[in-house]
T-cell receptor, first 114, second 114 residues
Framework: AQSVTQLDSQVPVFEEAPVELRCNYS??????LFWYVQYPNQGLQLLLK??????LVESINGFEAEFNKSQTSFHLRKPSVHISDTAEYFC????????????FGTGTLLAVQP | ETGVTQSPTHLIKTRGQQVTLRCSSQ?????VSWYQQALGQGPQFIFQ???????GRGNFPPRFSGLQFPNYSSELNVNALELDDSALYLC?????????????FGSGTRLTVV
């Protein structure tokens, strides 16, 4: 069965510093990969996704993620974070199977400090 | 276009009771998925409805059931509530089956079972 591992439950970082949130998935077949962000007391918002094509995908607010098939990873990066980036980030995979479900990791809390 | 609307936002129920949660999908979306997010965890897939038919189910007991209506809105019903059912319940709609079509999540219903 598919699974997603987010190695860090919390990542503290100072404002304007770079950050990487790690995500590994377990599959050797084609997958669709996603990063979602959840602000306090809100639902999930799609940050970016990899479906096919270029392995580097970007969001409109400066985040990027790179699909690495050999390492089964999809790490999320941002070169300079802002206080407003403080939120829970979830990596997810859809194996495109019959159930059409997203499998989420346990989340990483990005805590940006001034 | 309107997003995904869930009601109620918060709910407190007693163990053994039954609960119904509601979701209005985004305009133009015919697929609704339900997820359970326990505190400190990633969302877990409950089931998906596509054109009023169940289209996949996660590892949840039969006391979790659902419906989708002709206008593509949906209900999640939980019978014989248990303390472990306390969680944030998220509804997500999309224009077709599969996460690659892009899920739009609602803000969720926070269910507390006492």
């Amino acid at each position: 069965a598919q699974s997603v591992t987010q190695l860090d439950s919390q990542v503290p970082v100072f404002e304007e510093a770079p950050v990487e949130l790690r995500c590994n998935y377990s599959s050797s077949v084609s997958v669709y990969l996603f990063w979602y962000v959840q602000y306090p007391n809100q639902g999930l918002q799609l940050l970016l996704k990899y479906l096919s094509g270029s392995t580097l995908v970007e969001s409109i607010n400066g985040f990027e993620a790179e699909f690495n098939k050999s390492q089964t990873s999809f790490h999320l990066r941002k070169p300079s974070v802002h206080i407003s980036d403080t939120a829970e980030y979830f990596c997810a995979v859809d194996d495109g199977g019959a159930t059409n479900k997203l499998i989420f990791g346990t989340g990483t809390l990005l805590a940006v400090q001034p | 276009e309107t997003g995904v609307t869930q009601s109620p936002t918060h709910l407190i129920k007693t163990r053994g009771q039954q609960v119904t949660l509601r979701c209005s999908s985004q305009s133009g979306h015919n697929t609704v998925s339900w997820y359970q997010q326990a505190l400190g965890q990633g969302p877990q897939f409950i089931f998906q409805y596509y054109r009023e038919e169940e289209n996949g189910r996660g590892n949840f007991p039969p006391r979790f059931s659902g419906l989708q209506f002709p206008n593509y809105s949906s209900e999640l019903n939980v019978n014989a509530l248990e303390l472990d059912d306390s969680a944030l319940y998220l509804c997500a709609s999309s224009s077709s089956k599969g996460a690659n079509y892009g899920y739009t999540f609602g803000s969720g219903t926070r269910l507390t079972v006492v």
